[in-house]
C-alpha cells in the first residue's frame, strides 16, 4: 500500500532556528504539493512541483521559506530563520497527472512548534 | 480565482441518521471538485471526485456527493451515518485548465452521535 510519508511527524524549535521538513512522495508519482494547516486560516497551498519543477510557489513567504526537489522521491520544505507565527501542520501531498485530472494522496504531516 | 464555501463549521447528526455536509464553489471553466476526510493526527484522506459525467459521485465508505451546476453545490452525503464517520470534511476545487493546486474549504466537523 504506497503512501506519501514525512519526516519528524513533530518537530518543536525555537524561533530563529532552521527547520527542514522531508517528504517521500509516492513512487512514480510526478507532482508534490506542500500544505500549511492552521487553526485560523485552514490549509493554504505554499508551493508544487511538476517533475520536480517548481510550478507555483506564491503561497510561500519567499524570504524564509524555500522548497526543493533534490531527486524524484525526496521533496523538501526549509525555514529559515523559524518564527512562532510558523507553527503550523505541514502536510506534503504527491499525485500522478497524466492528463486533465489526478488525485492528491496527503502524508501524515509534519507538526512544527516554534517557540 | 477559485474559491469553496463550506458554510458550516459543524454538523450533528444521530447515528443511523442521514447526513449532509454542504460545499458551494466558485471557479472559471468546468470545475473538478473533490471531497477529503481528516481524522484526529491524521493527513488528509481521499473519499471521492467530480471530474465529468453522472452528477451523482459513490465514493469510499458509502459517502456520496451530488454535483449542481446551476447551485455550484457539491454536498457529501450519506444515508446512514456511523459514529466512525466522526471527522473533519474538506471540499477542494480546481478548474479543468491552469492551475492544478486544489484550493480547499474550511472544514466542516462531522459529529455523529451514538
Known amino acids: 500500500d504506497a503512501r506519501v510519508t514525512q519526516t519528524p511527524r513533530d518537530k518543536v524549535t525555537e524561533m530563529g532556528q532552521e527547520v527542514t521538513m522531508r517528504c517521500q512522495p509516492i513512487l512514480g508519482h510526478n507532482t508534490v504539493f506542500w500544505y500549511r494547516q492552521t487553526m485560523k486560516q485552514g490549509l493554504e497551498l505554499l508551493a508544487y512541483f511538476r517533475n520536480r519543477a517548481p510550478l507555483d510557489d506564491s503561497g510561500m513567504p519567499k524570504d524564509r521559506f524555500s522548497a526543493e526537489m533534490p531527486d524524484a522521491t525526496l521533496a523538501t520544505l526549509k525555514i529559515q530563520p523559524s518564527e512562532p507565527r510558523d507553527s503550523a501542520v505541514y502536510f506534503c501531498?504527491?499525485?500522478?497527472?497524466?492528463?486533465?485530472?489526478?488525485?492528491?494522496?496527503f502524508g501524515p504531516g509534519t507538526r512544527l512548534t516554534v517557540t | 480565482a477559485q474559491s469553496v464555501a463550506q458554510p458550516e463549521d459543524q454538523v450533528k447528526v444521530a447515528e443511523g441518521n442521514p447526513l449532509t455536509v454542504k460545499c458551494t464553489y466558485s471557479v472559471s471553466g468546468n470545475p473538478y471538485l473533490f471531497w477529503y476526510v481528516q481524522y484526529p493526527n491524521r493527513g488528509l484522506q481521499f473519499l471521492l471526485k467530480?471530474?465529468?459525467?453522472?452528477?451523482l459521485v459513490k465514493g469510499s465508505y458509502g459517502f456520496e456527493a451530488e454535483f449542481n451546476k446551476s447551485q455550484t453545490s457539491f454536498h457529501l452525503k450519506k444515508p446512514s451515518a456511523l459514529v466512525s464517520d466522526s471527522a473533519l470534511y474538506f471540499c477542494?476545487?480546481?478548474?479543468?485548465?491552469?492551475?492544478?493546486?486544489?484550493?480547499f474549504g474550511s472544514g466542516t466537523r462531522l459529529q455523529v452521535q451514538p
Open positions: 501531498a504527491s499525485g500522478l497527472v497524466l492528463g486533465t485530472h489526478y488525485e492528491q494522496y
Open positions: 467530480y471530474i465529468t459525467g453522472d452528477n
Open positions: 477542494a476545487v480546481r478548474p479543468d485548465t491552469g492551475r492544478r493546486a486544489l484550493t
